[in-house]
């Protein structure tokens, strides 16, 4: 199903979906998604809870935090324990998921959802994860101009979205195009502004997309990489690939398919009650690969860089048959000491 609406119609859709929904996008204010207001302002945008829609951000280039937050938050109460008199009692007191609608994402983190879906539905299906994805409608949003670090066409994460949303907007000028993605979308296409699509708006929507690949142009492509990956595992290549990296984590922060987590108990002084968390993991970290005993299997800067690497063109490629990075550059934006991922792909992919 295929739709337009006006974009004068905008603002009653928006209070509309705001009625019945938490509304979640980019923006510049708030300090999360599970918080509720604004009330602190942020140098870039980032997919948090919007209680005035004047504070959305829908026409823009990338943000910081990816709409991952929204179902995997980087710090998440699993739930409460209590010791008393030798017995420890549990309790879950997360809040009920209100419904939510995330607006704003772009074709990578859609993508990117959908390669997150994997993980947590793999041999356990996470209940914290689904119960918030279960109960969030997507909104997607195709870029009218991608950001100079953007490479989605080169992982075939965007500049489209064929499917991993509720509705799909694209901006026509004086119009949006929209696709109707599940039956969740259904519903929210079928007020009285939204309009049936015709030819002259399919034809547009063409040349929309088809100006932003050219855009994007052909500045990297990972054809041949994973076997060429596997062929210089262990090598010398990757401590000249790592020299720069700061071992920050970084990278792992910002990138919306990177899913390691921490378990950690907080408790009071006397240890009588506390809290455990999952709070986000990087593998760039020494003590990510830390076991019983004080053994560290990747102790060397080196061998973490290659493994996330490897994590995200090989290794998923094995387990899920997909790549793992969704081109959305974030890493390359946000790497304190200019490592271009593009650049170290193509050198990869460079060598015999």
């Known amino acids: 199903m295929e739709k337009?609406?006006?974009?004068?119609?905008?603002?009653?859709?928006?209070?509309?979906?705001?009625?019945?929904?938490?509304?979640?996008?980019?923006?510049?204010?708030?300090?999360?998604?599970?918080?509720?207001?604004?009330i602190?302002?942020?140098?870039?945008?980032?997919?948090?809870?919007?209680?005035?829609?004047d504070d959305l951000v829908l026409d823009y280039q990338t943000t910081m935090a990816s709409p991952k937050r929204v179902f995997l938050p980087d710090r998440e109460v699993l739930f409460n324990f209590k010791r008393t008199d030798g017995e420890v009692a549990l309790e879950d007191s997360r809040p009920r998921p209100e419904p939510r609608a995330v607006i704003g994402v772009h074709p990578c983190d859609l993508a990117a959802l959908k390669k997150l879906d994997l993980v947590f539905d793999e041999n356990y299906?996470?209940?914290?994860?689904?119960?918030?994805?279960?109960?969030?409608v997507v909104?997607?949003?195709?870029?009218?101009?991608?950001?100079?670090?953007?490479?989605?066409?080169?992982?075939?994460a965007g500049p489209d979205a064929e499917d991993g949303y509720d509705l799909l907007f694209t901006d026509l000028g004086e119009r949006y195009f929209i696709k109707v993605g599940s039956r969740a979308g259904e519903k929210l296409a079928a007020t009285e502004y939204f309009k049936d699509a015709g030819a002259n708006e399919v034809r547009r929507r063409h040349e929309a997309l088809a100006s932003v690949q050219e855009e994007l142009g052909q500045g990297v492509t990972t054809e041949g990489l994973r076997e060429r990956m596997i062929?210089?595992?262990?090598?010398?290549?990757?401590?000249?690939?790592?020299?720069?990296?700061?071992?920050?984590?970084?990278?792992?922060?910002?990138?919306?398919?990177?899913?390691?987590f921490a378990v950690v108990d907080k408790a009071n002084v006397d240890e009588t009650e506390g809290k455990r968390m999952r709070v986000w993991d990087s593998c760039h970290f020494e003590s990510f690969a830390k076991m019983a005993g004080g053994v560290d299997f990747r102790k060397e800067k080196m061998s973490r860089f290659e493994h996330r690497l490897f994590d995200k063109f090989?290794?998923?490629?094995?387990?899920?048959?997909?790549?793992f990075c969704v081109g959305c550059g974030r890493c390359v934006k946000f790497c304190q000491n200019a490592i271009?991922?593009?650049?170290?792909?193509?050198?990869?992919?460079?060598?015999?």
């Open 139 to 156: 909104i997607g949003w195709t870029c009218r101009e991608p950001a100079s670090t953007c490479f989605c066409h080169a992982v075939v």
């Open 231 to 260: 062929a210089s595992y262990g090598g010398e290549i990757w401590n000249q690939l790592s020299a720069k990296c700061a071992a920050c984590g970084a990278c792992n922060m910002v990138c919306p398919t990177c899913h390691c």
């Open 340 to 352: 271009d991922l593009r650049q170290l792909l193509n050198h990869l992919r460079g060598r015999q």
């Open 40 to 53: 602190t302002s942020h140098n870039y945008l980032s997919f948090a809870q919007v209680t005035d829609l």
């Open 314 to 323: 090989v290794f998923s490629q094995d387990r899920y048959g997909t790549t």
């Open 125 to 136: 299906r996470d209940p914290y994860y689904w119960e918030a994805r279960d109960n969030t």
């Open 4 to 38: 337009i609406l006006m974009k004068q119609d905008l603002r009653s859709f928006l209070e509309d979906l705001h009625q019945d929904f938490v509304l979640i996008g980019p923006t510049r204010k708030g300090a999360g998604p599970t918080r509720t207001g604004g």
